[in-house]
């Protein structure tokens, strides 16, 4: 079967990976000219490349992890030490850590926090742990029901104080989901703290050893098209066209540079584009359906994402870290932490300024100067003094509306892959899956909608469904 996907993220790419396993063609539409969506990624005149977020694979991305490996590119993570880093904006240029045994879990994330001394109190310590107890023994249940609070507002009920939230849940509330915990839903934390805490490599960071562009999305593309399918850049899509039943009658494709409108038809239709480009996008007679009309309840947060070349080494530290400050969210040294950026003598930092709500419309000037000022407190070392570091060049990527902005009451809103419209079809980590806005969700929901449309849509003598079904293992414990 035919099946024209709108949209070249990892989502769409998932979706499209997974359906050429179970015998179907996809024919991935991207309107830009990159791979990736919200993982492009861009080379400048120098040769250098800058990306559209910080990404750091976690040992709780299953999904991913089974699609790296099934893709033959497993090896192109490279696993860090396990450990969370955090900045001490009380004492500049000091980190502390939380070094995670490698024991059972979740004895190896208990053990972290019992060891660190510098951020919480064993009062503090205590009264978290009992307020986890719940999440822990009543499972998924009890974290859905808690999308009805804010994080804050979970911890309050917990009894754990608001030390705890600006020691370590504002560095991690900004790093997961780009706003603060007074904004968060309390199940987006909660379900990212089950993962960590049942699985026994779930907080192991990664990076990618470059680019997503060429290192993650480019092997998608090649595993697809190798096997039938179909990957086009450079056609946006202008409307979606509709048979008198409401049935989608195709895609719609705008012509650039002169070209003539196409129409690319299909059994069967996936918008794998971002919530609010698809709300803008529905046909008139969908509007009118709750099933979409519940979209309205869901709208991308903004981001900004840094990157910032030196004329010198800033540190040596080959891992993400929370910056704990008022603007930044996490950063890494990345010519430390990925192969292909690799430089011994000079810095690239890359940084994610959240939240962005009240910078996203400032210059690119106005941004860099005051990442600036919030470096100066993070290496004192190196911008104090007769012969402070030297910013070489800088790159600001904006994404004016980026994962779905996870508040209390949004997890109502996300939609089931499977729509009210017979051959229209959802994928995009904002649908309805176990994980938050991320990679993982990103990749999973475009598994989903690939096991729906099989169900629909099966292809005879096909051997590969099971594939989407079976629970993959992580590998981070070999990285």
Same mark, same amino acid.
């Given at each position: =079967? ?13 979706c ?6 179970a015998? $179907?063609?996809? /024919?991935?539409l991207?309107? #830009?000219?990159?791979?990736g969506?919200?993982?492009?990624a ?12 910080l990404?750091?694979f ?13 893709l033959g ?20 240029? @000091?980190?502390?850590r939380?070094d ?29 742990a %009992?307020?986890?107890?719940?999440a ?6 009890y974290?859905?029901?808690?999308d ?8 309050? &009920?917990?009894?754990v104080?608001?030390?705890? @939230?600006?020691? %370590?849940f ?7 989901t ?7 839903s ?6 990212? *703290? ?13 990076? +990618? ?14 595993? /697809?098209?190798? #096997?039938?399918g ?10 979606i066209?509709?048979?008198? !039943?409401?049935? %989608?009658?195709?895609?719609?494709i705008?012509?650039?540079?002169g ?10 239709y ?12 529905l046909?008139?007679?969908?509007k009118?359906?709750?099933f979409f ?15 910032l070349?030196f !004329? ?17 969210? %996490?950063y ?9 950026y690799?430089?011994?003598? &000079?810095? =690239? ?10 910078w ?9 100067s ?8 993070l ?9 402070p570091?030297? +910013?070489?060049?800088? $790159?600001?990527?904006?994404?004016? &509306?980026?994962?779905y902005?996870?508040?209390?009451g949004?997890?109502q ?16 980590s904002?649908? =309805?899956?176990?994980y ?31 594939? *989407?079904?079976r ?9």
């Amino acid at each position: =079967m035919r099946v024209a996907i709108a949209g070249a993220g990892l989502a769409g790419l998932s979706c499209a990976k997974y359906l050429t396993d179970a015998g $179907h063609t996809p /024919i991935v539409l991207e309107s #830009r000219d990159v791979l990736g969506g919200l993982v492009a990624a861009w080379k400048d005149s120098d040769g250098d490349w800058y990306e559209t977020g910080l990404h750091a694979f976690f040992g709780a991305y299953p999904n991913m992890l089974q699609m790296l490996k099934e893709l033959g590119i497993e090896d192109r993570l490279q696993w860090k030490e396990h450990t969370l880093i955090f900045n001490q904006p009380d004492k500049p240029g @000091t980190l502390s850590r939380f070094d995670v045994p490698d024991i059972p879990s979740p004895f190896n994330v208990i053990a972290s926090i019992l060891r660190n001394k510098d951020m919480l109190t064993w009062e503090q310590k205590i009264r978290f742990a %009992v307020g986890l107890l719940p999440a822990v023994v009543r499972g998924q249940k009890y974290v859905e029901e808690m999308d009805k609070y804010s994080f804050l507002d979970w911890l309050k &009920r917990q009894g754990v104080d608001e030390r705890v @939230t600006s020691d %370590v849940f504002i560095a991690a509330c900004k790093a997961l989901t780009f706003i603060n915990p007074d904004e968060v839903s309390a199940t987006i934390l909660l379900t990212a *703290l089950n993962r960590f805490l049942q699985e026994r490599y779930g907080s192991k960071i990664a990076f +990618l050893d470059g680019s997503p562009t060429e290192r993650l999305c480019s092997p998608i593309v090649d595993y /697809i098209t190798e #096997r039938g399918g179909e990957v086009r850049l450079n056609v946006p899509l202008k409307e979606i066209l509709l048979n008198a !039943d409401g049935t %989608v009658k195709g895609y719609l494709i705008r012509g650039l540079n002169g070209a003539e409108d196409e129409v690319v038809t299909a059994d069967a239709y996936v918008s794998a584009i971002s919530v609010d480009p698809l709300k803008v996008m529905l046909p008139k007679p969908w509007k009118l359906m709750e099933f979409f009309q519940k979209l309205e309840g869901l709208e991308g947060v903004p981001v900004i994402n840094l990157h910032l070349w030196f !004329d010198r080494k800033l540190t040596d530290i080959d891992h993400l870290l929370f910056s704990r400050s008022p603007l930044l969210s %996490v950063y890494a040294d990345m010519s430390n932490t990925c192969r292909e950026y690799a430089n011994p003598n &000079r810095s =690239m930092l890359e940084l994610v300024l959240a939240p962005a709500k009240d910078w996203i419309a400032k210059s690119d000037e106005e941004i860099v100067s005051a990442t600036l000022a919030e470096l100066e407190k993070l290496f004192p070392d190196h911008f104090g003094g007769d012969n402070p570091a030297t +910013l070489l060049k800088s $790159h600001v990527v904006k994404t004016p &509306r980026s994962v779905y902005k996870a508040t209390p009451g949004r997890q109502q809103y996300r939609p089931a892959q499977v729509t009210p419209i017979a051959n229209f079809y959802l994928a995009g980590s904002y649908t =309805m899956q176990r994980y938050l806005g991320s990679m993982e969700g990103a990749v999973l929901s475009g598994k989903l909608t690939a096991q729906a449309i099989s169900e629909a849509l099966p292809v005879a003598n096909s051997s590969n469904l099971q594939t *989407l079904t079976r629970p993959p293992a992580t590998n981070a414990a070999t990285a």
